[in-house]
């Protein structure tokens, strides 16, 4: 959010009517790459640009809050799936590959982001799965709606291990 705006704000957007526009998406992400997530991604943009303006600034503040609820290290410490370091370990997640398998879990919809919280082993397969092109999505809607670049902070910072609840054991 811009330096003048407060959390009182912020447009809303419900938590159904945020799942309903995931669902544009096509439902359980692809494999290693997110198949079909470039589309889904154009789907669920053009819808965003057809509505309010509030209403895609609310989608963009729904979207920062599940991947900042995911953000917690039982997710963070698992391997990517999949390949392996040259010695045979396992091989870690960056921050970046994080944040994009967290964006992975959100579009593959709510039953599938509800299933992973307190089961890291249902988080496990979308270490390999990299779901960039959906933190873009209402950006995007919102210069097409406006002719104005995206010029906000939202609520909830979704960097990897920004959720100081989700990582208790990282100090600043």
């Known amino acids: 959010m811009t330096a003048e705006a407060t959390a009182t704000d912020l447009p809303?957007?419900?938590?159904?009517?945020f799942w309903e526009l995931v669902e544009l998406l096509g439902g359980e992400a692809g494999t290693a790459t997110?198949?079909?997530?470039?589309?889904?991604?154009?789907?669920?943009t053009e819808a965003l640009?057809?509505?309010?303006?509030?209403?895609?600034?609310g989608f963009g503040e729904r979207l920062a809050e599940a991947l900042y609820r995911i953000d917690?290290?039982?997710f963070g410490i698992l391997p990517v799936a999949g390949p392996e370091l040259s010695g045979g370990e396992p091989f870690p997640q960056s921050?970046?590959?994080f944040l994009y398998a967290r964006a992975?879990?959100?579009?593959?919809?709510?039953?599938t982001y509800e299933s992973v919280f307190g089961e890291p082993e249902r988080f496990a397969p979308f270490t390999?799965?990299?779901?960039?092109?959906?933190?873009?999505?209402?950006?995007?809607a919102y210069e097409r709606a406006t002719g104005e670049e995206w010029d906000r902070l939202?609520?909830?910072?979704?960097?990897?291990?920004s959720n100081r609840d989700g990582w208790p054991g990282r100090g600043d």
Do not use: K, N, P
């Open 72 to 74: 917690q290290e039982s």
């Open 49 to 57: 640009a057809a509505g309010t303006v509030g209403q895609i600034i």
């Open 95 to 97: 921050d970046d590959g």
């Open 34 to 44: 997110c198949a079909g997530i470039e589309a889904g991604c154009e789907r669920l």
């Open 128 to 140: 390999g799965r990299h779901c960039e092109e959906l933190l873009y999505v209402h950006e995007e």
């Open 154 to 161: 939202t609520r909830y910072d979704y960097e990897s291990c």
């Open 12 to 17: 809303s957007m419900t938590w159904a009517r």
């Open 104 to 111: 992975a879990v959100v579009a593959a919809g709510r039953r």
